[in-house]
């Protein structure tokens, strides 16, 4: 990951062709790239951003690239062209730039799923202008975060990967401790997170929680209470589906 991430100016985007577009990749079955994805779509990138979904190719323990991308058929291929030797593994999500010359080196911008979700809020060109980090929330987006990230996005790999019952009953508890406070929180403050609007709060969470039925609850042993009994978040959850593209970020049959 680049110590300076340096994006491109809005005057820059607006005189590329298409192929020369920065190019974001993220696969389905990946949560943290799952929340990139929503605020591509959220955020309306489709004109200067070109999306590519990587496919799983377990036996080969790699993502591959079909069709490929400048040359590239693995994503290994493309951290590499980027000057990325360092990296042990080739993750997704990652957003590089092609460059505008034919002969441009291609450059990573950046590959850190909360960050990313930053960098496209800031994006310099959308045809949504919907502000989802602002400043008014700061506090209220921290504080979703912290527990959000610990004891919900890393809680549910904590308890499907509890090396003994005691650490496993303590991942438990905070992860459904934090959904009653979210679930709480909606029902007293809702519709959202933040309350009246839609924030990267939200897009943090939503991965996890439409995943719940298919994948935590039965294979990562998520099961102390249903998520049935957390009408509120099923009714966000239903709500944050049905918003702008998201329904199109979501393949159970990829999970």
Sequence with gaps: LQKIIQL?????????????????????SC?????????????GLNKSINLQIAKVDAAGGRWILEPPIKGCT??????????NYQSIRATVPMLFDPGKEAKSQSRLINNESA?????????????????????????????WQNLIQ????????????A????????????LFSSLNTIEESLNSSGPFLCGKELTIADIRLFPTMIRWECVY????????KSIQ???????????????????????SDAW
């Design 115 to 143: 960050e990313l979700v930053e960098i496209l809020n800031n994006w310099p060109l959308n045809e949504n202008d919907i502000e989802l980090n602002p400043i008014r929330y700061k506090k209220k987006i921290i504080y």
């Design 74 to 83: 693995t994503l290994k291929e493309i951290y590499r062209k980027c000057g």
């Design 229 to 251: 009994s957390f009408p509120n978040i099923i009714k966000w959850r239903k709500m944050i589906f049905n918003l702008y593209n998201i329904k199109e970020t979501c393949d």
């Design 31 to 43: 949560p943290w790239a799952h929340r990139v994805w929503m605020m591509y779509e959220i955020k």
């Design 150 to 161: 610990e004891n919900i996005n890393n809680g549910v790999y904590k308890c499907g990967f």
């Design 217 to 224: 609850e039965p294979l990562f042993k998520c099961s102390a």
């Design 8 to 28: 491109p100016t809005k005057e820059d985007l607006k005189n590329r062709d298409p192929d020369q577009m920065p190019c974001l990749i993220v696969g389905k």
């Design 163 to 174: 090396r003994n019952q005691i650490a496993y009953e303590k991942a438990s508890k905070d």
